[in-house]
């Protein structure tokens, strides 16, 4: 064995190309395993809008030789918390003299620089693959919805929300509802929005706000909390009119932020137990 590659006989499926899957599948290539992505969408995209990478994550970026990739993300300079009827700040975190990178991401940006690295390292990404079953065992199989299977040594479930690798792991707990809906969208940068991210506090709900891509749009997060809710999805789409509406009592920049909103991503937002059991074997 070679330490450098301290996997080189190991074959690996990962279920899912989002972002923790195409990190785990490079992370486990450069340790010299054979690695298969298995995703079940014609092509590798990423629902949602802006992410951010606090420093922890930006070291795993760096480790991956990634960071280089993100230079034009904008850097947070600090956490901005402000009144939801004025927009006046009431207290402020200095994010630059506390972190040593802490950067504002459009999710999409970040899952193509994991997949073109994944794909240059070698990892083989198949669309397409919607998995049915995972049956655990020396050589664990997985089961596709069109008849094909797959094995491997090792498989990874980072298959979401409804993911098929965790009932494989035994029968999951069904997920609470928090009480709380996200209203997600990104906007033109109308306001100037600096580089801090702002969370504007109301009654019955906040909203976030930080710039993306150099500082050129704003992404925005309205939480609202909400009695009931029925759909645990991260693909819905909500109304600008009623996102506006909701958030009516909000002044100062998050009003001009959401004048820009047209069609908002809104999704219940669930509470998964944590799982009493994270692997089996044959």
Request: charged share 20%; no cysteine.
């Amino acid at each position: 064995m070679h330490p450098d590659r301290p996997l080189a006989d190991l074959s690996i499926a990962v279920i899912g190309a989002g972002i923790g899957g195409l990190a785990t599948a490079l992370t486990l290539r450069r340790l010299g395993a054979r690695v298969t992505v298995l995703e079940q969408a014609p092509a590798i995209t990423e629902v949602g809008a802006g992410l951010q990478i606090s420093p922890n994550g930006m070291v795993v970026l760096d480790a991956l030789g990634l960071a280089p990739a993100l230079d034009s993300a904008p850097r947070a300079r600090a956490m901005s918390l402000r009144d939801f009827r004025t927009g006046k700040e009431v207290l402020r975190l200095d994010l630059a003299a506390r972190a040593r990178d802490h950067r504002f991401v459009h999710r999409a940006d970040l899952v193509d620089v994991l997949a073109g690295a994944a794909r240059a390292a070698g990892v083989q990404v198949k669309l397409l693959q919607k998995v049915a079953d995972v049956v655990p065992g020396p050589r664990p199989r997985v089961a596709l919805v069109h008849g094909d299977t797959f094995e491997a040594d090792l498989v990874i479930g980072a298959d979401g929300l409804h993911s098929v690798v965790r009932g494989a792991l035994g029968a999951a707990p069904a997920a609470t509802f928090t009480g709380h809906v996200a209203w997600r969208a990104v906007v033109p940068n109308v306001t100037a929005h600096p580089a801090e991210a702002r969370v504007h506090m109301g009654p019955g709900g906040h909203v976030v706000s930080y710039p993306l891509r150099g500082g050129d749009v704003v992404n925005l997060v309205a939480v609202e909390e909400r009695r009931t809710w029925t759909e645990e999805s991260w693909s819905r789409t909500g109304n600008g009119d009623a996102m506006r509406g909701t958030f009516s009592h909000f002044g100062g920049d998050v009003a001009r932020l959401m004048a820009e909103v047209d069609a908002p991503g809104l999704w219940g937002l669930f509470r998964h137990r944590v799982a009493p059991r994270w692997h089996a074997e044959g």
